[in-house]
């Protein structure tokens, strides 16, 4: 902390209390509280019970969970691919050029969620590419809105990278395959699970895009808390999310551990 005196390092640990406490902290409490829950009396929960867990553990709630990995995991997978290698292409390209591909990729996110959906369903509700009511559309429309995000992410480690490395492998007669395999995705391995991570939580979360493309038999997990709570079980939809964020914290707690690994490689 670049804070030298005790009475400013008390200051900033105020402020950061002050703003975290409230604005981050206290609604997951909130949420982690009415899952143990059965009624709400004055500020604190009332009653408690394990019934909202068994319910948020089993049955429906189960099936959507293992949709909400399935497809946070194909979407990291395929936008991690798809914005490696246009990464990878676009730092061959010319500074105007690579601007260009730059606000392609970011399009997505730069315009609401819905709007991505609602392109999505209007693009693959036709032969050849048809989609709609498949699980696939659903895939599809979570690769474009966190392509970006892996995109951006090796973008910059690759601006990152010290060519010697590169240049010594070509020099010992190394081909541009075995360079690129062998170097250049080695030293990208902390940024590529990096992204990995960030594009895995991100699809875990998304609400709006899905609820206009998901099928009856492919409901992701916060499409579930999101009826729960719309039909008033507001105790049962927060044990739901207490377990969509413990499943997307444990995720990113391994790919954290392998991204250790890879730095100290």
């Known amino acids: 902390m670049l804070v030298h005196s005790r009475k400013a390092r008390w200051a900033v640990w105020t402020v950061f209390l002050v703003l975290f406490v409230p604005l981050f902290a206290l609604p997951l409490l909130v949420v982690l509280g009415a899952s143990f829950a059965t009624h709400w009396s004055g500020v604190l929960p009332s009653q408690p019970t394990l019934a909202n867990y068994r319910a948020a553990t089993r049955g429906e709630a189960l099936q959507a969970l293992t949709t909400s990995l399935v497809t946070a995991f194909g979407a990291s997978v395929l936008a991690l691919t798809t914005g490696t290698w246009a990464a990878l292409a676009g730092a061959a390209l010319r500074k105007p050029y690579r601007r260009v591909l730059d606000a392609l990729f970011v399009l997505p996110v730069a315009v609401p969620s819905v709007v991505v959906g609602l392109s999505v369903l209007v693009a693959f509700s036709q032969p050849p590419m048809l989609l709609n009511g498949t699980r696939w559309i659903v895939i599809a429309a979570h690769t474009v809105l966190v392509t970006a995000f892996a995109h951006q992410s090796v973008s910059a480690a690759i601006t ?84 969509l964020m413990t499943a997307t914290l444990l995720v990113l707690f391994a790919v954290s551990r392998i991204r250790t690994r890879a730095a100290y490689r």
């Open 160 to 243: 990152r990278l010290d060519p010697a490395y590169e240049q010594a492998a070509a020099s010992l007669g190394a081909r541009p395959s075995s360079v690129l395999w062998r170097v250049r995705l080695p030293l990208l391995l902390p940024s590529l699970t990096a992204a990995a991570g960030l594009c895995f939580a991100l699809s875990m979360g998304e609400l709006s895009a899905t609820m206009m493309l998901y099928p009856p038999d492919w409901t992701p997990l916060p499409v579930l808390i999101y009826a729960a709570t719309d039909r008033g079980a507001l105790f049962t939809g927060s044990a739901v999310a207490v377990v």
